[in-house]
């Protein structure tokens, strides 16, 4: 009896063993079934997203897609993403694109995380948040993603969500770079470039700059540009970096098109040529370069390049000015103050003298120290007018200084101090000022702030007087007259 009980117990383990594999093979054979019916599904919404084959219809697609989202599948819940994301054959929400990132990625999907990844780092459909874009963007990059190693790389070497580490930026860089990510060898150029520590790391930045080049990037073309202009890496090649330089500026890089009109401005690697260094301002300019604006205009006030222009002079100063641009914040401030091409508006040109002032140009602080004093177009007032006078004059602007001295010695804005004023004037005379070299005539001549001089008063004289200064003339004059000096400053 135990015998055939054992014989039993043996036959159900073996007939449950079969069955057992049979299941197996069943769910298999179902699961398989499954991969290949959600494979069809996909490979007919692309078809008909892509016009593959057959007539596109995007209706289409997203219907298929719609089937495959209803089997639970990534794929096409991120192309659903995408298809709401750019709008198309649906009404464009970038907040429904970004919720169906987030069912792809949580399904591990490489493409929805690096898409995630996106809409956290531009707010699209959800709040910005660095931190989430480098989660999703590292969750990508780990699976390969060579956008999403880009970024992971980008973050790490500007430090957005992480320290800032650049060995970790290279490393990510490179794996990007191995897939062919023209972007990630340019970044990997600019990482060499500043690697000092590495022996030969310019050449090595000049190969990766070429490599990113050849693929099109056009800012890896301006870069390489710069390599063989300056021989950075490379041989110097001026007719090579010209090269260069163009198929970047015609790939719309505005630093390029700039550097390019500066080439044919100065005659660098290319004969001099007006008409074209003005193509590529206007270029660049167009594009929101504020040194192209401002040398656009310079090319309408002079008619460089092309026939003169004043009103259009005047628009590309007011768009570079706008942008912060000093020198034509100064010149616009200049033609308002003159009139030269517009109407005079003193409050303008207080304005941008202020402009300009603020950012340290001495003539314009010294500028607006003079409307300050006259009082044109602000009213008048001594004490900002010795401000700005002393804001020029400390960095060595001549005509300031002597008007800083100048009020001193009237006790304008500050206390009357022959001491300073003569200190101020000193300064202005050595440098050629013949008003500040009168004024040091007169001082020596009436011992004030020095002792009295004549001898000295005499040279200072003289020299405003060689200048052509009136005043400087008459006084020596008048010494010859009255005080017998002879043309060499002794009296007889």
Known sequence: MSRLLVTFSILVVLLTGCATTATKKLIDLGQESRRNE?????????????????????????????????????????????????GRGVEQNFKVSADWFRKAAEQDDTLGAYFLGRCFEYGLGVEIDEFLAFEWYHKAALDGHSGAQFKVGYFCANGIAVARNEFEASHWYALAAEQGSASAKNNLGRFFENAEYIE??????????????????????????????????????????????????????????????????????????????????????????????????????????IEKDAAMAIKWYRVAAKHGHVSAQYNLAQRYRSGEDVDVDMEQAVYWYRKAAGQGHVKAQNSLGYRYKNGEGVAQNHEQA??????????????????????????????????????????????????????????YANGQGVELDMNTAYEWYSKAAAQGHESAVLQLESMGTHHGFTQHGNAE
């Open 386 to 443: 010795v401000y700005w006078f002393r804001e020029a004059a400390e960095k060595g602007y001549a005509s300031a200084q002597d008007s800083l001295g100048e009020c001193y010695y009237n006790g304008d804005g500050v206390e009357k101090d022959y001491a300073l004023a003569f200190e101020w004037f000193s300064k202005a005379a050595a440098q050629g000022n013949k008003y500040s070299q009168n004024w040091l005539g007169d001082m």
């Open 200 to 305: 030969n790391h310019l050449e090595l930045a000049a190969c990766w700059y070429e490599q990113a080049a050849e693929q099109g990037n056009a800012e890896a073309q301006r870069n390489i540009a710069i390599c063989y202009k300056l021989g950075t890496g490379v041989e110097t090649n001026l007719p090579k970096a010209i090269e260069w330089y163009t198929r970047s500026a015609a790939g719309g890089n505005a630093k390029a098109q700039y550097s390019l009109a500066q080439c044919y401005r100065k005659g660098i690697g290319t004969e001099t040529n007006a008409v074209e260094a003005v193509k590529w301002f206007r270029e660049a300019a167009e594009r929101g370069h504020v040194k192209a604006q401002y040398n656009l205009g310079w090319g309408y006030a002079h008619g460089y390049g």
């Open 38 to 86: 959600i494979s069809s599904i996909r490979h007919l919404g692309y078809l008909y997203e892509t016009g593959d084959g057959v007539e596109q219809d995007i209706g289409k697609a997203i219907a298929w897609y719609r089937k495959g989202i209803e089997e639970d599948d990534a794929w096409s819940q991120c192309k659903m993403g995408e298809l709401y994301r750019d």
